[in-house]
């Protein structure tokens, strides 16, 4: 797997990496053995930046993922995320304070058996706190030794800026796809302009390649079309699309032989004639269907 910067923060990583929300039973029961296994499996063959986050299972896939690692913590480039919570009255919500983040950052890594981690994400951000206060507790975390960069989750781009004035940011993620695209406008400009990494979750657009709505399927078309004269899959060409965009893909699965199939994306190359062909298809606000359920996506984009 050939290895890739994450903006300028001196942080590298796979090219593709791997999500580890979907071995948590958030997406139906998961068999543990067969979770670990793939995940070593992702190990095995490059995909090193390996990112949770505590509210995944409420603290199980990150439990998971400690376990996987055990004696392999060298070989990973260890995410997680922090700040989603949830309320009393069971709506979702979310905490900014340092004190939170401190507490859950420990809290973290005492689940996955670690002293610090790679990369350390504000899960979403909260109105209520100043980004800069927040961003300031985390760089204290930072000059502590129990992370070695941060980086914000879903953030609007004036709040990225001023966060990464308080202290350098190594990434941004949010959900980045061909059907997905949103980000393009304002955020991955602003991102290569200071530096800082683009990670892109549900890269595979949460089942999209399923063609589970009408209207979805009939875009597939096109990708099909396209993997099939490149001799590859259309996950594949969907990945291999995103690398050309300057992103690190972290596509999840539960099951080894796709881990195998994702890391084959690093290695294909799409002449500029399949990207123009597949960005006529996908133009932004092609896909049907919504990202997040209402109480969620009012969390986005702040």
């Not at 953030?155 to 393009?184: D, F, G, K, M």
């Not at 062909?277 to 990202?291: I, M, N, T, V, Y």
Request: aromatic letters at 6%; a negative charge; proline letters at 5%.
């Amino acid at each position: 797997m050939r290895r890739v910067p994450l903006g300028r923060s001196g942080l590298e990583v796979g090219a593709v990496g791997f999500g580890a929300w979907g071995l948590s039973g958030d997406y139906g029961p998961a068999d543990e053995r067969e979770s670990i296994a793939t995940l070593q499996r992702a190990l095995d063959v490059g995909l090193d930046l390996i990112d949770t986050a505590d509210q995944y299972g409420d603290g199980d896939n990150e439990s998971l993922v400690g376990r996987a690692l055990a004696g392999r913590r060298s070989e990973a480039v260890l995410a997680t995320k922090a700040g989603l919570v949830r309320e009393s009255n069971g709506a979702v919500g979310v905490c900014g304070r340092p004190d939170y983040l401190r507490g859950a950052l420990e809290r973290s890594l005492a689940r996955l058996g670690v002293d610090a981690v790679d990369l350390y994400y504000l899960h979403r951000v909260d109105l209520h706190v100043p980004i800069e206060e927040t961003v300031g507790g985390l760089a204290e975390l930072v000059g502590e030794g129990k992370t070695r960069f941060i980086g914000l989750s879903e953030a609007a781009p004036e709040t990225i800026r001023r966060a990464h004035a308080v202290h350098p940011l190594a990434a941004v993620q949010s959900e980045y796809a061909l059907w997905t695209r949103e980000p393009e406008e304002n955020v991955l400009p602003l991102l290569r302009e200071l530096g800082i990494g683009f990670v892109a979750f549900s890269p595979l657009g949460r089942g999209f390649l399923a063609g589970a709505l009408p209207r979805n399927q009939v875009l597939l078309e096109p990708l099909i079309a396209v993997a099939e004269r490149v001799g590859a899959t259309p996950a594949q060409v969907a990945l291999a699309w995103l690398l050309r965009q300057g992103a690190v893909p972290i596509p999840g699965t539960r099951r080894a032989t796709r881990v195998d199939e994702n890391a084959g994306a690093a290695e294909l190359t799409l002449e500029q004639a399949d990207v123009e062909e597949l960005e006529r298809a996908f133009p932004a606000g092609a896909a049907a269907g919504a990202r997040y359920p209402a109480e969620l996506e009012v969390l986005v984009g702040r």
